[in-house]
T-cell receptor, first 109, second 113 residues
Framework: GIQVEQSPPDLILQEGANSTLRCNFS?????LQWFHQNPWGQLINLFY???GTKQNGRLSATTVATERYSLLYISSSQTTDSGVYFC???????????FGKGTKLTVNP | DAGITQSPRHKVTETGTPVTLRCHQT?????MYWYRQDPGHGLRLIHY???????DKGEVSDGYSVSRSKTEDFLLTLESATSSQTSVYFC????????????FGSGTRLTVV
């Protein structure tokens, strides 16, 4: 099955810093989503982005499907950005998302 | 929230007992999923449903069964709970495939003692 690798596994920032999270996948996909799991465990869908670039406030994401990677950018980080960020992909015809193991982000005040 | 609720939120049960977790949605979405989350493993798919009475296995389906008799409800049953099934269980819904955005419930923390 498809493999999803996220990097870095852990990231510690000071408030106000920018960061880039990466997601590599091993095969072509027709669905790619980014999620944020907050410290209380809730999973929030950030982006549905099988290709191209999207922006939502301080967050933006880019997926280059032909090169099999996606990037999540967080600008001017805040303590509320802390948590785990997951990338998930759907292989063509599989009807299900496969998750990476996540990047744990800690933003210190 | 997108109208997806899981119950119970927390449960402690004894080894060998059956346990049923419920996922209820008010969005009339076709697709529903059960995932488990464990440290070091991320989220792994247990079972999913693509319609009433239409279900299929995920990557970690052993020891679990599911049922979907109505569009809005997707039940996950641990037939005989084991300590290895201690986990956080998440339900998710999606309107369309391919390419549907997922919405997750708040999770059920299950402890098997």
């Amino acid at each position: 099955g498809i493999q999803v690798e996220q990097s870095p596994p852990d990231l510690i920032l000071q408030e106000g810093a920018n960061s880039t999270l990466r997601c590599n996948f091993s095969d072509s996909v027709n669905n790619l989503q980014w999620f944020h799991q907050n410290p209380w465990g809730q999973l929030i869908n950030l982006f549905y982005i099988p290709s191209g670039t999207k922006q939502n406030g301080r967050l933006s994401a880019t997926t280059v499907a032909t090169e099999r990677y996606s990037l999540l950018y967080i600008s001017s980080s805040q303590t509320t950005d802390s948590g785990v960020y997951f990338c998930a992909v759907e292989e063509g015809g599989s009807e299900k998302l496969v998750f990476g193991k996540g990047t744990k982000l800690t933003v210190n005040p | 929230d997108a109208g997806i609720t899981q119950s119970p939120r927390h449960k402690v049960t004894e080894t060998g007992t059956p346990v049923t977790l419920r996922c209820h949605q008010t969005e009339n979405h076709r697709y529903m999923y059960w995932y488990r989350q464990d440290p070091g493993h991320g989220l792994r798919l247990i079972h999913y449903s693509y319609g009433v009475k239409d279900t299929d296995k995920g990557e970690v389906s052993d020891g679990y069964s599911v049922s979907r008799s109505k569009t809005e409800d997707f039940l996950l049953t641990l037939e005989s709970a084991t300590s290895s099934q201690t986990s956080v269980y998440f339900c998710a819904i999606s309107e369309t495939l391919p390419g549907g955005a997922y919405t997750f419930g708040s999770g059920t923390r299950l402890t098997v003692v």
